[in-house]
């Protein structure tokens, strides 16, 4: 007698779950949950200005961010992928949240090493960038969530890894942006985020804050962001700073 397979839950349906009730989120037909208002939050500065551009998700995999993530942190997207892999350690069945996925091309990576039985959603307010990771992602066990950073619409400790690479520097506060991201960990959850780390001599430093002012991209000390993780209960935090960047590694005690 042939058996047909259980049809499996698809994966924005499972997404549903993981979060607050109500949130009056809708799937849009650009086939990622929405959570917010259309135009919403606004994008005030020229870095964020640039990512809600019509053009930028296009290039944005293929081109801008291997050019410019290169030169800024010293490593290719395959060193820094390894990184955050061996730092996450990803196990078949988990859920994963890559914070401002942009056009989900690290969220991508996440999807093989959890499986099908996984789940991972890419968060982002942009809705052009969600629109191209849809269009970019084959793989049936992500779904791609509009929401704002600062105010996740997830419910607490409800996945098992967070990741958020390239974009903490241009969140409006970012601080609310990584209490979010421990908040929504599970005990013995981990989180990786690449982002920048101001460097050099007081010249440089000056130069660095005149030019985060004109562009909307944060230069962060580098203790900072260690610091603030280890104040919301953060433990092993690894940091490893190249170039401009840091990428950094923690997790919650069981
Ligand atoms: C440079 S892209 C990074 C994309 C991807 N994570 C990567 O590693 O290449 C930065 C993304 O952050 C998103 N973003 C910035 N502020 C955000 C916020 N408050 N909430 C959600 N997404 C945000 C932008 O829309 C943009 O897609």
Redo the contacts with the bound molecule.
């Keep these: 007698m042939s058996r047909s397979k259980p049809v499996r839950e698809s994966a924005t349906a499972r997404a549903i779950d993981l979060l607050r009730n109500p949130i009056g989120g809708r799937v849009t037909t650009g086939g990622y949950l929405d959570t917010l208002p259309p135009e919403s ?1 606004a994008p005030r500065t020229l870095a ?1 200005q640039v ?1 809600h551009a019509g053009p930028l998700p296009l290039i944005y995999e293929a081109a801008w ?1 291997p050019l410019l993530f290169t030169a800024f942190t010293g490593r290719t997207t395959g060193q820094e992928v390894k990184l955050m892999l061996d730092g996450l350690r990803p196990e078949r069945g988990d859920t994963a949240l890559d914070i ?3 056009p989900g ?2 969220t991508r990576r996440l999807a093989g090493a959890v499986g099908d039985d996984g789940l991972v959603v890419g ?4 809705p052009g ?1 969600l629109m191209r990771a849809v269009s970019d992602t084959p793989q049936g066990n992500i779904a791609y969530l509009r929401a ?3 105010e996740l619409p997830l419910l607490d400790g409800v996945v098992d890894m967070v990741s958020c ?3 903490l520097y ?3 506060d970012p601080w609310a ?1 990584i209490s979010e991201m421990v908040r929504v960990l599970r005990p013995g959850g981990r989180l990786a985020l690449l982002t920048t780390c101001g460097r050099g001599p007081s010249v440089a430093r000056a130069a660095q804050r005149i030019s985060q002012r004109a562009s909307g991209i944060a230069m962060f000390e580098a203790d900072a962001v260690l610091d603030h993780l280890k104040t919301l209960g953060v433990i092993r935090i690894e940091q490893h700073v190249r170039g401009f960047s840091q990428l950094v590694i923690g997790e919650l005690p069981r």
């Design positions: 939050p964020r990512m961010r401002a996925c942009g091309n690290t968060l982002d307010f942009a960038m704002d950073a600062e690479f390239g974009a241009m969140i409006d942006a």
